[in-house]
């Protein structure tokens, strides 16, 4: 088992629906159950903030689930495909949307000290579907890895 927490970046392409690119900074955390020292089910949570199309408290929130695979040393590469939800929100009552979305990608973890690693980076191709429109998005993260 293991679980992470840290921060998380969202380059949130919103062009397909308001014409602008937007940077999102927020958490992420998730928990991972191993079924072998390489292969586990892994479970994503994610919450981004910033201004999209003038509008300040605007957040993406993502919750996915999926497989990952690892290689386990004191450098460990990993990759995932995760398949879920988003929810995204303009804000002080404006409008919002929930629907697919999916995330494919993976990284490095470093161990530190027994049971914690440090997750040097983890980048993701986050794909969402808000307001009848896909949008392809980077997010990039990186925090705290505990291992049990």
Request: hydrophobic share 40%; proline share 3%.
């Amino acid at each position: 088992m293991e679980v992470f927490g840290g921060y998380s970046y969202v380059r949130f392409n919103a062009n397909d629906f308001l014409g602008l690119h937007s940077n999102l900074n927020g958490w992420e955390v998730s928990g991972e159950y191993k079924f072998a020292d390489w292969i586990g089910g892994r479970a994503d949570f994610s919450g981004d903030y910033g201004t999209v199309g003038g509008v300040s408290s605007s957040g993406l929130y993502t919750f996915l689930f999926g497989p990952q695979v690892s290689f386990p040393a004191r450098v460990s590469p990993f990759a995932h495909v995760l398949l879920g939800g988003a929810h995204f929100d303009f804000g002080h009552g404006g409008p919002s949307d929930t629907d697919f979305a999916s995330a494919i990608g993976g990284g490095f973890d470093a161990k530190v000290a027994h049971g914690i690693s440090w997750r040097i980076i983890q980048g993701d191709w986050l794909h969402t579907s808000f307001f009848g429109n896909g949008q392809n998005n980077a997010r990039i993260s990186t925090g705290i890895v505990f291992r049990f």
